[in-house]
């Protein structure tokens, strides 16, 4: 996973999402301009903020799945060792892969712990950087990502996970216009939205969090410092008027 890049989400992909949070914040997201339209003016997530947030790199080669030739079972047996028997579409179940990859085993082999590593990383790109709406499946297009770990090294890994996370606020916020009501129906890594808010809009954070000056020199994130915090886990319409009508001046341009 180190070679792969993707050791920095290790310790953020506990963070669940804060519904009303989410909600505030797609009601404020614009489609066209991929921004959030503040009273001060539109501010997004960028680049930088994925980077410093999260420690995922923001540049290298382009994540990009070709269809493989072989069938997704016979994939899946490849890279995994092992195949569920309800594969249909090339999706899987997140609740079969920590079932069955729930503990390695002592005397695994190389090749186990590679399939060990491999369903891990299946279950992170599914369960929390590129989660569907359903939040319980993942397709096995993202396998191939990591057939070879030295490769998906070279991967900007953030700058996918800041495009799929556009993407699916603008599906919401279409959706929220349609029905007025956002329902918890949300893909994407919702964490890493809810950092970006902390940390720009001090006044909707969590009560507690560890200062600059405690994060270790070694932390490749500064998202790290929000891990002890709870989230107030408020209404959609206390953060509304957070974002919207209470301190709306209080934007931290530089974190």
């Known amino acids: 996973l180190v070679d792969a890049g993707l050791s920095s989400v290790l310790p953020l992909a506990p963070l669940t999402g804060d519904p009303g949070l989410i909600t505030a914040l797609v009601e404020r997201w614009r489609p066209e301009t991929s921004t959030f339209h503040m009273q001060f003016g539109e501010v997004t997530i960028t680049l930088e903020d994925v ?34 028997t309800d594969l249909g579409g090339g999706v899987i179940r997140i609740t079969w892969l920590r079932e069955i990859f729930d503990e390695l085993p002592l005397s695994a082999s190389p090749e186990t712990t590679e399939q060990y590593a491999r369903a891990y990383a299946l279950s992170l790109m599914g369960g929390v950087l590129f989660s569907d709406r359903s939040g319980g499946s993942v397709h096995l297009q993202y396998l191939l990502l990591v057939e070879d770990w030295r490769r998906a090294g070279r991967f900007a890994w953030g700058a996918a996970v800041l495009s799929y996370l556009y993407r699916e606020m603008g599906r919401s916020a279409l959706q929220m216009t349609a029905s007025s009501s956002l329902g918890g129906d949300f893909g994407g890594w919702a964490a890493l939205l809810m950092l970006w808010t902390w940390e720009r809009f001090p006044h909707t954070s969590p009560l507690h969090a560890v200062t600059g000056a405690q994060i270790t020199q070694d932390a490749v994130s500064r998202g790290i410092r929000w891990l002890p915090a709870q989230t107030r886990q408020h209404g959609d319409q206390f953060y509304l008027y957070k974002l919207w009508f209470d301190e709306c001046t209080t934007f931290v341009v530089s974190i």
């Open 51 to 84: 980077a410093t947030l999260t420690g995922l790199a923001i540049d290298g080669d382009a994540v990009i799945v070709d269809i493989p030739d072989e069938d997704w079972s016979a994939m899946c047996l490849r890279l995994l060792g092992q195949a569920p």
